[in-house]
């Protein structure tokens, strides 16, 4: 199995900030990668795929990052609504794979 | 406007087996060359991917579930449907459904889960 290991686990940050999670995987997964967003009690929504290509709908302040083994999802300046947990998922192949989480949190 | 809705009972002994199903609406589940998944997450937990099926019935396992788990499709009643048998109490979680869709980049399918159920909590508990 493909390991997914996202930091921080946890972050806190003020409305406006600039933020950027890290998703490191296990072995080179191309640009097989994918961010979504969860909120509590909700499902998960998709925000990024492919590494890099915004999701219809998703806000232009998202943006993602990196090929290979390191990946990068960035919010350009943080909205209330964007606290959250995010997680990476490969999809290189089965199992697929999620990280462990990275909650933000207001500051 | 695709969605998918989760049924199956909240409430499930040890040693029985969990049944869940989703049905699929605002679209056929036999059109497109999507997959069809099913995920979990324990409370307060990450998500744990536990296997899928495509429209053909070829399916893919967790392997650590694999022993367990089987996953159907009924094209007739646009649903598909989870087993997981032996259940203990690290099966109690919140079980969604969801499909994969795919982006396709000159014959390269980068796929993501981008249509989810809203989730069922399944507690296993005598």
Redesign the interface.
């Known amino acids: 199995d493909i390991q997914m290991t996202q930091s921080p686990s946890s972050l806190s940050a003020s409305v406006g900030d600039r933020v950027t999670i890290t998703c490191r995987a296990s072995q080179s997964i191309s640009s097989y990668l994918n961010w979504y967003q969860q909120k509590p009690g909700k499902a998960p929504n998709l925000l990024i795929y492919a590494a890099s290509s915004l999701q219809s709908g998703v806000p232009s302040r998202f943006s993602g990052s990196g090929s290979g083994t390191d990946f990068t999802l960035t919010i350009s300046s943080l909205q209330p609504e964007d606290f959250a947990t995010y997680y990476c998922q490969q999809s290189y192949s089965t199992p697929r794979t999620f990280g462990q989480g990275t909650k933000l949190e207001i500051k | 406007q695709v969605q998918l809705q989760e049924s199956g009972p909240g409430l499930v002994k040890p040693s029985q087996t969990l049944s869940l199903t989703c049905t699929v609406s605002g679209g056929s589940i036999s059109s497109g060359s999507y997959y069809w998944?099913w995920i979990r997450q324990p409370a307060g937990k990450?998500?744990?991917?536990i296997?899928?099926i495509y429209t053909s019935g070829s399916t893919?396992?967790?392997?650590?579930l694999k022993s367990r788990v089987t996953i159907s499709v009924d094209t007739s009643k646009n649903q598909f449907s989870l087993k997981l048998s032996s259940v203990t109490a690290a099966d109690t979680a919140v079980y969604?459904c969801?499909r994969?869709g795919y982006?396709d980049?000159s014959g390269y399918y980068?796929?993501?889960?981008?249509y989810?159920?809203?989730?069922t909590l399944v507690t296993v508990s005598s």
């Open positions: 998944s990450g998500l744990e991917w296997g899928r893919n396992y967790n392997p650590s969604y969801a994969s982006y980049s980068y796929y993501y889960f981008d989810w159920g809203q989730g």
